[in-house]
């Protein structure tokens, strides 16, 4: 760097997929000709005095050239003869021959025909396909969705199948949990297992800034390239993007079932993880999840509310069915958090099954709630209002939900104290205030502020050994995550954090080989 050269590192092991070496080299490439332009910029030779290095001998063969080269008049007369088929004023037309020289070419339009989801096909019994993520979390959704007329079924959570449809589909310079997701929806499609007359598609957007919001039209692409562009793919997002699908409501009901069902979710998975590792009969903490998993699913019953006080009663019953596990926590277990994009976060397709290898390591994985990335997501609006003056009506519906969300979360809290058994989350409230010292707030693009934030969760709950996962081609996640951890490691001196990439062309053994490195060094 001193000497001014410019270089880069490309990291050459078992891959199969070379988009990011592609990008690496575009990069250097890209970097080595504005070099290039700059040292041509510095040594061309400058208009000046005449007399600066003036050679007789080339003077007196040709004097009319020499002048002109020394003084600029070539470059004038060019610049003349241009002058000449421009108008000299704003409302004079250029000569016909040069307005059809610089006539644009009319671009054709890059817009996918997007087949809307109508009543009539709800009706008919459509099958939707979802993509899975949070197992748990999804498996409770999809029974909602179901009892109230939407024939949803989720695609497998693990399916290697998928990486390598989504790359006959979508360009690998995209991310991957775009690719995974593309890919899962058109093996699916393309399996033969579905009438693609009688066929629909369903995706969760954030409608945030990052290139995951790109979701529906990569799949209405991967759908149009295969003939199928009648598909209709619905988009399941709180903010307006701008889409309709009359066949496809999301009524209050509903709306406050999910929301609950979130909240269970994340309840089953934190007093799951703290078990799995203890259990003394083998899939006993299986067992205790489909218990839990069948009683909440027969209390949330079609259109008919549900009462908070049928919740709260399924919040002490998972608490009671997970404190009868058998559990030996003489041998201490190392405590791993787990915190990224969303998707690699909690999807086994996405961070190749992590939860279950730091289980075979010795060590008790420790996951955030979905819920908290909810409330990230609600906040966000009243941080707009605060920091950019938009709507204020909006952003105070949205802290009445913030406020609503976060008074069941801290009656899951008070429950897990009572009961004694679980280490209970910290209030999400306290844990965006514990971010401040180490990013802004206005940093929502992605996972955005979120995520430094989970680290210093685990962290001060005692949990100071820390997997970050890195999707490729997910820049907010790389800022706010890893070029985030030196400033969280100046704070907080114990941090064991390892950022852990996740992509196509990615090594297993040697993602893998990185978290056994952290966790040598583990306490």
């Not at 909240?263 to 590792?277: F, K, S, T």
Request: with cysteine.
């Amino acid at each position: 760097e001193r000497a001014g050269k410019v270089y880069t590192v490309l990291k050459i092991d078992e891959v199969s997929n070379l988009g990011a070496a592609r990008i690496r080299v575009r990069s250097l490439l890209a970097a080595l000709k504005d070099q290039a332009d700059e040292q041509a910029e510095a040594e061309r030779t400058p208009c000046g005095c005449p007399a600066v290095s003036f050679d007789p001998d080339k003077f007196l063969a040709s004097p009319e050239a020499a002048i002109d080269a020394k003084t600029g008049v070539t470059e004038g007369r060019i610049a003349a003869e241009i002058a000449r088929t421009v108008p000299q004023t704003f409302t004079e037309k250029a000569a016909p021959e040069v307005a059809e020289r610089f006539k644009q070419r009319e671009g054709a339009t890059t817009e996918f025909p997007r087949a809307v989801f109508t009543q009539e096909m709800k009706d008919a019994g459509y099958t939707i396909l979802c993509p899975q993520m949070a197992p748990i979390h999804f498996d409770l959704l999809m029974d909602i969705f179901q009892r109230n007329g939407y024939n949803l079924e989720l695609l497998p959570s693990v399916d290697h199948g998928a990486v390598d449809a989504g790359l006959k589909y979508v360009n690998n310079d995209i991310c991957y949990p775009s690719v995974l997701v593309t890919g899962q929806i058109m093996e699916a499609v393309m399996s033969g297992r579905y009438d693609t007359d009688k066929l629909a598609v369903i995706i969760t957007q954030t409608g945030g800034g990052c290139r995951a919001t790109n979701y529906i039209s990569l799949i209405r692409k991967a759908l149009a390239s295969v003939g199928l562009p009648h598909i209709p793919v619905i988009a399941l997002s709180f903010k307006d993007l701008g889409e309709s699908n009359p066949g496809f409501k999301l009524t209050k009901t509903m709306l406050v079932q999910v929301a609950y069902a979130l909240l269970i979710g994340d309840l089953i998975m934190m007093v799951a993880n703290q078990c799995r590792p203890y259990e003394i009969v083998p899939g006993s903490t299986d067992k205790a999840i489909d218990i839990c998993m069948d009683a909440v699913i027969k209390r949330f019953t079609g259109e008919r509310m549900v009462r908070y006080g049928e919740v709260k009663h399924l919040f002490r019953f998972v608490l009671a069915v997970f404190g009868k596990l058998k559990l030996d926590k003489t041998q201490k277990k190392k405590l791993v958090g787990i915190v990224g994009e969303i998707y690699v976060k909690f999807s086994p397709l996405g961070n190749n099954r992590l939860e279950e290898f730091l289980l075979s390591e010795g060590c008790e994985p420790v996951l955030p709630g979905l819920m908290d990335f909810c409330l990230y997501c609600i906040y966000n609006s009243v941080i707009d209002h605060e920091l950019y003056s938009r709507n204020g009506k909006t952003a105070a519906i949205y802290k009445m939900v913030y406020q609503f969300v976060l008074g069941k979360q801290a009656d899951i809290i008070k429950m897990m104290k009572k009961d004694g058994h679980f280490r209970p989350p910290m209030p999400f409230d306290e844990v965006r205030k514990k971010s401040h010292a180490i990013i802004g707030q206005g940093v929502k693009m992605g996972e955005g502020w979120l995520l430094p934030a989970e680290m210093v969760e685990l962290i001060s709950e005692g949990v100071t050994n820390i997997v970050c996962t890195q999707p490729f081609g997910c820049l907010p996640n790389h800022i706010a995550g890893k070029g985030m951890i030196r400033k969280i490691r100046e704070v907080y001196p114990q941090a064991n954090i390892v950022a852990v990439d996740y992509d196509p062309g990615a090594s297993k053994i040697n993602q893998e080989n990185r978290i056994k490195l952290m966790l040598s060094s583990a306490e």
